[in-house]
């Protein structure tokens, strides 16, 4: 059983940085990964998925230029670099993890979810 821990969040202000970390254990870490937000009131949203290898990427388009997920299979952790925060990219932001590709997890192949890290951009 893959367990999925995010960290990294916090409150920023607008127009900063943040580095999200989602570490995984208890499994083999050659799934494919990804990244998703929830704000409040409002359905959990794709951000970005990376395939196993991490050679292949994709994202949303609120996150195209600004947003980049990586991950590091020596250290089981995938990252999402956020520049440019908007109040908008406000909400608790998860790790997913399942299936091999981006396609797989951005169409609902996600098998393990973490428990989330807060992200507030306000000023």
């Known amino acids: 059983q893959v367990q999925l821990v995010e960290s990294g969040g916090g409150l920023v202000q607008p127009g900063d940085s943040l580095r999200l970390s989602c570490a995984a254990s208890?499994?083999?870490?050659?799934?494919?990964m990804g990244w998703f937000r929830q704000a409040p009131g409002k359905e959990r949203e794709f951000v970005a998925a990376i395939n196993w290898s991490g050679h292949s990427t994709y994202y949303t388009d609120s996150a195209k230029g600004r947003f980049t997920v990586s991950r590091d299979n020596a250290k089981n952790t995938m990252y999402l670099q956020m520049n440019s925060l908007k109040v908008e990219d406000t909400a608790v932001y998860l790790c997913a993890a399942g299936g091999s590709s981006t396609t797989d997890i951005v169409q609902g192949g996600t098998r393990f979810w973490g428990q989330g890290a807060r992200v507030t951009v306000s000023s």
């Open positions: 208890g499994g083999t870490f050659n799934y494919a």
